[in-house]
C-alpha cells in the first residue's frame, strides 16, 4: 500500500527565502507525481506534474523534481513571497490503483 | 472549457437530513473521484467512478453513503441522515484517464 509523507510539516520563512518542501512515497511504481497548493478553505490548485518517465517540472518560480528509485520528490520555491503561503500537496498516483494517494500536508507561511 | 464545478459550495444541514452533493466533471472527462478533508486533516479518498460504474468504493463509509456518476448530468455523492460527524470539505476531482487530476472548489458540509 501506497504511503506518502510530506517533511516539514509546517514552514516559516521570511519574504524572499529559497525553499525546499520534501515528498517522500514508499512504493516506487507510480504512474505519476502531482504538486497541488490549498488555500485555506479553498479548493486545491495543481501546480506541477510530473510523469514516471520525467525527473523534474517547471513553472516560474516553482520547479519539482521526482527520483523514483530513492521514492523521493522536491518542490523548490525560488524567492518566495507572501502569496505563497497555503498548504502545498504532494499527491502520488500509482501504477496499481486508479485513486490519488494525498501526502498530509506541508503549511507554508512566508512573512513579509 | 470550464473546470470541475461542484454545488452547493457551502450546504448546512441538520442532523438526519440528507445531503447531496454535486459534481461536474469538465468537459470529456469520464472519471470522477470524491475526497474528504475533515477539518485540520487531510485529504481522504472516498470513491472513484467511471460513467455508470463504481470502480473503487473503499474509502467509503458502509452506512449512509452513496454515490453515482450516471450516463447523463453530474455525479452525487448523497449522504443519508447526517450527524455532526459528516461536517467536512467534500472535494471532486476529475480526469480522462490516468493523467493530471482536476479538483473542484469543494463543498463545506455543516451538520447542525
Known amino acids: 500500500k501506497q504511503e506518502v509523507t510530506q517533511i516539514p510539516a509546517a514552514l516559516s520563512v521570511p519574504e524572499g527565502e529559497n525553499l525546499v518542501l520534501n515528498c517522500s512515497f514508499t512504493?516506487?511504481?507510480?504512474?505519476?507525481l502531482q504538486w497541488f497548493r490549498q488555500d485555506p478553505g479553498k479548493g486545491l490548485t495543481s501546480l506541477l506534474l510530473i510523469q514516471s518517465s520525467q525527473r523534474e517540472q517547471t513553472s516560474g518560480r516553482l520547479n519539482a523534481s521526482l527520483d523514483k528509485s530513492s521514492g523521493r520528490s522536491t518542490l523548490y520555491i525560488a524567492a518566495s513571497q507572501p502569496g505563497d503561503s497555503a498548504t502545498y500537496l504532494c499527491v502520488i498516483r500509482d501504477n496499481y490503483g486508479q485513486n490519488f494517494v494525498f501526502g498530509p500536508g506541508t503549511r507554508l507561511s512566508v512573512l513579509p | 472549457n470550464a473546470g470541475v464545478m461542484q454545488n452547493p459550495r457551502h450546504l448546512v444541514r441538520r442532523r438526519g437530513q440528507e445531503a447531496r452533493l454535486r459534481c461536474s466533471p469538465m468537459?470529456?472527462?469520464?472519471?470522477v473521484y470524491w475526497y474528504r478533508q475533515l477539518p485540520e486533516e487531510g485529504l481522504k479518498f472516498m470513491v472513484y467512478l467511471q460513467k455508470e460504474n463504481i470502480i473503487d468504493e473503499s474509502g467509503m463509509p458502509k452506512e449512509r453513503f452513496s454515490a453515482e456518476f450516471p450516463k447523463e448530468g453530474p455525479s452525487i455523492l448523497r449522504i443519508q441522515q447526517v450527524v455532526r460527524g459528516d461536517s467536512a470539505a467534500y472535494f471532486c476531482a476529475s480526469s480522462p484517464g490516468q493523467v493530471e487530476a482536476f479538483f473542484g472548489q469543494g463543498t463545506r458540509l455543516t451538520v447542525v
Open positions: 512504493d516506487s511504481a507510480i504512474y505519476n
Open positions: 468537459k470529456g472527462h469520464s472519471h
